[in-house]
């Protein structure tokens, strides 16, 4: 087991290195997703900027751009349970969703935490989600996890109309407390 409680043979089955074949297409316009590159930084960091944004962290309350640096770099550290995967379509990037493989004190698999999912715009209402959800989906059972889980706000009804098709709301709430 790491640090991480992630057994080494679940780090393999996901390595990054690995080329991951794209999720099969609908339709030709299709986007493709894929694991993040380290290449990609220039055009990840609008979406993640978008998502931030979305959820209030812009201008005074934005993420500082170390914070920004660390989370991207954690993506390619083998020893990181963390995962980053983008829709590309057309040569740009038009979706994100990161998740974080994790033991968990219920149950004895460990389980995924999709801890950010976003689209550019002009992808919205298009299937983009669904894809990197089923994405993630497909990369936690072939790691042999037990489950996805995430949070969204209880106004972002849009996405929430996608979530209740392809997950069950749990109905829990989430208490945060943070420190100086």
């Known amino acids: 087991m790491t640090r991480h409680g992630i057994d080494a043979r679940v780090r393999r089955r996901n390595a990054r290195s690995q080329p991951m074949p794209p999720f099969p297409r609908r339709h030709p316009d299709a986007p493709i997703v894929r ?34 640096r660390v989370t991207w770099e954690r993506f390619f550290d083998t020893n990181e349970p963390m995962h980053a995967l983008v829709a590309e379509s057309a040569g740009r990037l038009i979706g994100l969703a990161h998740y974080i493989f994790h033991r968990n004190t219920i149950m004895l698999e460990p389980t995924c935490y999709m801890q950010d999912l976003f689209t550019s715009e002009d992808a919205r209402g298009k299937g983009v989600a669904g894809l990197l959800i089923q994405r993630v989906y497909d990369q ?41």
């Open 140 to 180: 936690a059972k072939s790691a042999g996890l037990s489950g996805v889980y995430w949070h969204t706000h209880e106004s972002n009804g849009a996405a929430r109309k996608l979530y209740d098709r392809v997950a069950r709301n749990s109905g829990f709430l989430v208490y945060r407390q943070t420190f100086q």
């Open 35 to 68: 694991f993040a590159a380290r290449e990609d930084f220039p055009k990840w960091l609008p979406l993640w900027d978008g998502y931030n944004s979305f959820y209030g962290r812009s201008g005074d309350t934005a993420l500082s751009p170390h914070v920004t």
